[in-house]
């Protein structure tokens, strides 16, 4: 199984990014995806979550109304949209695969967001 995380860079305070995470060798469409992120001298934290069949997610309070999480089953791609950043927002972004219970979870690499002025 690998999990490829791409689309981090340096952003200004209010500013976008889209992140993707690219998988293979699974069943994408069986696993639910998610983002979680790092940041420096802090455990790593949910960000957000896209179930299976993509019907239900789920984000983190300090996300809402700015991040938008899907994912393309036939792609098997999940990707974070990013809106407003902010200097908090300033982590590696880590890309999650797992069915609870079954199999999993599997991890990306991770990705560099930084949010600077």
């Known amino acids: 199984v690998q999990l490829v995380e791409s689309g981090g860079g340096l952003v200004q305070p209010g500013g976008s990014l889209r992140l993707s995470c690219a998988a293979s060798g699974l069943t994408f469409s069986r696993y639910d995806m998610s983002w979680h992120r790092q940041a420096p001298g802090k455990e790593r934290e949910l960000v957000a979550i896209?179930?299976?069949?993509?019907?239900?997610?789920n984000y983190a309070d300090s996300v809402k109304g700015r991040f938008t999480i899907d994912r393309d089953n036939a792609k098997n791609t999940v990707y974070l949209q990013m809106g407003s950043l902010k200097p908090d927002d300033t982590a590696v972004y880590y890309c999650r695969a797992d069915r609870p219970k079954i199999e999993g979870p599997y991890w990306g690499q991770g990705t560099q967001v930084t949010v600077f002025s």
């Open positions: 896209i179930t299976s069949a993509g019907g239900l997610t």
